[in-house]
């Protein structure tokens, strides 16, 4: 059987046209809020979009989780949104969130950033108070 080979663009676009999605809690040490499920749309330039949930994560304070297995863009990322779920330890509450960014195809978003925050922490990286727990904040942002 004769290969059919991709070429170099189209594997260079694996290493070069990807994104990274970065999923933090970053809630103070001395909470219980675990964050469980995040789901994240990446819009494309071109009106397309790229799904990635990820469940069971457990994500307590003070870390995250890298998502790099994204498929490449065929455009470049243009917004994402993400609804996330978060479980409070010791009231066994569950909590949603959802976040937003937006670039341009001039910036696109190659790392994305999306998490928890307590709300003294919220202004640095745009976040948005939950409502059911005025404590904390959403968030997405370009990572850095």
């Given at each position: 059987m004769a290969a059919a080979?991709?070429?170099?663009?189209q594997l260079a676009g694996v290493l070069?046209?990807?994104?990274?999605?970065v999923i933090s809690n970053r809630a103070a040490d001395a909470t219980?809020?675990?964050l469980e499920a995040?789901?994240?749309?990446?819009?494309g330039d071109d009106?397309?979009?790229?799904?990635?949930?990820?469940?069971?994560?457990?994500?307590?304070?003070?870390?995250?989780?890298?998502?790099d297995d994204l498929p490449p863009a065929a455009t470049p990322l243009v917004a994402a949104e993400a609804f996330l779920q978060f479980r409070h330890g010791e009231t066994h509450r569950m909590l949603d969130g959802y976040a937003t960014i937006e670039g341009t195809a001039a910036t696109?978003?190659?790392?994305?950033?999306?998490g928890i925050v307590d709300t003294a922490g919220a202004e640095a990286v745009g976040g948005t108070p939950l409502p059911d727990a005025p404590d904390y904040a959403v968030f997405a942002?370009?990572?850095?």
């Amino acid at each position: 059987m004769a290969a059919a080979w991709l070429g170099a663009e189209q594997l260079a676009g694996v290493l070069y046209g990807g994104s990274r999605l970065v999923i933090s809690n970053r809630a103070a040490d001395a909470t219980t809020l675990i964050l469980e499920a995040v789901v994240v749309v990446l819009h494309g330039d071109d009106g397309s979009r790229r799904l990635k949930a990820a469940q069971g994560l457990a994500l307590f304070p003070g870390k995250s989780e890298i998502i790099d297995d994204l498929p490449p863009a065929a455009t470049p990322l243009v917004a994402a949104e993400a609804f996330l779920q978060f479980r409070h330890g010791e009231t066994h509450r569950m909590l949603d969130g959802y976040a937003t960014i937006e670039g341009t195809a001039a910036t696109p978003l190659d790392s994305i950033e999306v998490g928890i925050v307590d709300t003294a922490g919220a202004e640095a990286v745009g976040g948005t108070p939950l409502p059911d727990a005025p404590d904390y904040a959403v968030f997405a942002r370009v990572d850095a």
